[in-house]
């Protein structure tokens, strides 16, 4: 399995799930979490962070995640929720309602990152477990290819920013199709950069 293995969820109660998200930096677009239990014995060779893999290499995984996986879910914390709540929070709202929407009911959660948020079952933080924990290198494909997914179908809605190439970050074109055609409803005004960059 690359650098990820099963050893983090074996030393924990079972069900384990991994649990990461997509999308906590961009400009616009919702914030989406993913929560993956995979079988004891899922063989899933080439599986790492999502960071690491290509688009087709994720594409490849995501059937391959689900067909191994005892449960997965992926949610999303939209815009406004990101706008009232913060990114962080909104995060972990997304987080819970993958968490929630899981078909199996987890004894014990591994996140992503350096919270354990409350999800109605122990959970442990995991400072870069998407390149040492199959199930949170599992969950960080599906929220990336499924965030990804909906910012393509965004960018024909709100054409013009290049949603589908960028998926809402902050590169130049971003930054240059904004100043052109001012923002869209999925943008996170809420964010200091942002108004910024439309107040300069």
Not at 42 to 54: E, M, P
Not at 82 to 88: Q, S, V
Request: aromatic share 6%; hydrophobic share 50%.
């Amino acid at each position: 399995m690359s650098g990820v293995h099963l050893r983090l969820e074996r030393a924990r109660p079972g069900p384990v799930c991994g649990v990461d998200e997509a999308g906590r930096g961009p400009w616009a677009g919702p914030v989406c979490a993913a929560a993956v239990i995979l079988r004891p014995r899922a063989r899933l060779d080439g599986l790492d962070d999502s960071k690491r893999l290509t688009a087709r290499q994720r594409e490849a995984a995501e059937p391959r995640i689900k067909a191994e996986s005892l449960a997965w879910a992926v949610a999303f914390a939209s815009v406004d929720e990101i706008g009232e709540l913060n990114i962080l929070r909104a995060t972990a709202l997304a987080m819970r309602r993958a968490v929630d929407a899981l078909s199996h009911a987890p004894a014990f959660a591994l996140v992503d990152g350096d919270k354990a948020f409350e999800f109605g079952c122990r959970s442990e933080a995991v400072i870069g477990g998407d390149g040492i924990s199959a199930s949170i290198a599992a969950a960080s494909i599906l929220a990336k290819t499924a965030r990804d997914r909906l910012m393509a179908a965004l960018d024909a809605e709100f054409p013009g920013y290049g949603f589908a190439a960028h998926k809402g970050y902050g590169v130049p074109a971003h930054a240059a199709a904004l100043r052109a055609l001012g923002p869209c409803p999925i943008h996170r005004m809420t964010w200091a950069p942002l108004r910024e960059l439309l107040a300069g």
